[in-house]
């Protein structure tokens, strides 16, 4: 976690008058201590692997806490769970590309597609103030080996 971060996320978590508790702090580092996206059940291992202690309910309590601070976001991938991208305060403008097969997320920018964002709110007469772009498909393994190794693995 860098400093900033770590900054932003005291100054928030104290004006809501949070106390620190060792769970929340695992749950914190292993949130920043990723540039992956996860969804809630993989931060709880994550976090379990800090501080066995960490319960779901503790995960699931600190979630929204977390995105409200503005640090994390949540991503609707159109799947039947949530996403949670940590990556969000350092390049709100990332766009994602998502593998359909596997789950596989890449994160990209894109001048042109900024360009085109601010054309088309500009021909509409909207001031923008933020984009989701999400382009799905499958992954270049699939492509080549029929299947994709990520979901080989978990199924
Ligand atoms: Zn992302
Ligand atoms: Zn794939």
């Given amino acids: 976690m860098d400093d900033s971060t770590r900054q932003r996320l005291e100054s928030f978590l104290e004006k809501k008058g949070l106390r620190h508790t060792n769970q929340r702090q695992a749950i ?3 949130v920043f201590g990723t540039d992956r996206h996860f969804t809630a059940d993989e ?3 994550m976090a379990k692997e800090r501080e066995p202690t960490v319960s779901r309910a503790t995960v699931y309590r600190t979630l929204p806490l977390l995105c409200a601070s503005g640090l994390l976001k949540e991503l609707d991938l159109g799947k039947d769970f949530k996403y949670y991208d940590p990556n969000y305060s350092k390049s709100p ?16 920018t894109s001048d ?3 360009k085109l964002e601010d054309k088309i709110s500009h021909q509409f007469g909207f001031q923008l103030a933020s984009q989701k772009v999400q ?5 270049e393994q699939l492509k ?12």
Avoid at 93 to 108: A, P, R, W, Y
Avoid at 144 to 155: D, L
């Fill in 28 to 30: 914190i580092e292993a």
């Fill in 43 to 45: 931060l709880l291992v």
């Fill in 93 to 108: 403008d990332h766009n994602h590309i998502i593998c359909d097969d596997c789950d596989k997320i890449v994160e990209f």
């Fill in 112 to 114: 042109e597609m900024k």
């Fill in 135 to 139: 382009l799905r498909g499958t992954c």
């Fill in 144 to 155: 080549h080996s029929g299947a994709c190794e990520n979901k080989v693995k978990c199924k």
